[in-house]
T-cell receptor
Framework: GESVGLHLPTLSVQEGDNSIINCAYS??????FIWYKQESGKGPQFIID?????DKRQGQRVTVLLNKTVKHLSLQIAATQPGDSAVYFC??????????FGPGTRLSVLP | DTGVSQDPRHKITKRGQNVTFRCDPI?????LYWYRQTLGQGPEFLTY????????KSRLLSDRFSAERPKGSFSTLEIQRTEQGDSAMYLC????????????????FGPGTRLTVL
């Protein structure tokens, strides 16, 4: 079946460096993507979204890039802080149906 | 607090017992979703409602699982005759249906109910 996956299960970065978390999706019909952050014992928290008619979207310290040609999504976090340590999920949505989540990438920020 | 709320936050039960969880969505959202998440995995879709209507159910939702949203506001998820394999975090999310507002589709999650079946 269609699925969303992540290239790297864990990522360690130095505080202050930029982080890049990658995600591959297989459903070319997906039109909406979200990055979620999940801290231990909490529900997923919305970070940023992007629709399939866009290639890039920026938020506060975060940027999402979408490459539809190779079905790849990435989350860039600028000046990574200790509070960014969490598991990050990408999720895809096909015209308002339920989201399909990848397995997640754990981001560890080193002091 | 105007976010999604879930109750209880934690539930420990013995195998074979029934459990019920509650979700209160964001008030103006007409879609409500249930997901299950096991350790180290992403959330897996179980079912969703638009208003009172249950529009989709995953094959993960066995006949021991039932969800309701009788008045189109809060929802309950019941698991009958719990099994150890039911141990997981049960997440609820809500959103606006496409076309109803300018910020459609985005699902906002509650804190989850962690179920442990002994």
């Amino acid at each position: 079946g269609e699925s969303v996956g992540l290239h790297l299960p864990t990522l360690s970065v130095q505080e202050g460096d930029n982080s890049i978390i990658n995600c591959a999706y297989s459903n070319s019909a997906s039109d909406y993507f979200i990055w979620y952050k999940q801290e231990s014992g909490k529900g997923p928290q919305f970070i940023i979204d992007i629709r399939s008619n866009m290639d890039k979207r920026q938020g506060q310290r975060v940027t999402v890039l979408l490459n539809k040609t190779v079905k790849h999504l990435s989350l860039q976090i600028a000046a990574t802080q200790p509070g960014d340590s969490a598991v990050y999920f990408c999720a895809e949505n096909n015209y308002g149906q339920n989201f399909v989540f990848g397995p997640g990438t754990r981001l560890s920020v080193l002091p | 607090d105007t976010g999604v709320s879930q109750d209880p936050r934690h539930k420990i039960t013995k195998r074979g017992q029934n459990v019920t969880f509650r979700c209160d969505p964001i008030s103006e959202h007409n879609r409500l979703y249930w997901y299950r998440q096991t350790l180290g995995q992403g959330p897996e879709f179980l079912t969703y409602f638009q208003n009172e209507a249950q529009l989709e159910k995953s094959r993960l939702l066995s006949d021991r699982f039932s969800a309701e949203r009788p008045k189109g506001s809060f929802s309950t998820l019941e698991i009958q005759r719990t099994e150890q394999g039911d141990s997981a975090m049960y997440l609820c999310a809500s959103s606006s249906a496409p076309g109803t507002t300018s910020s459609t589709d985005t699902q906002y999650f509650g804190p989850g109910t962690r179920l442990t079946v002994l």
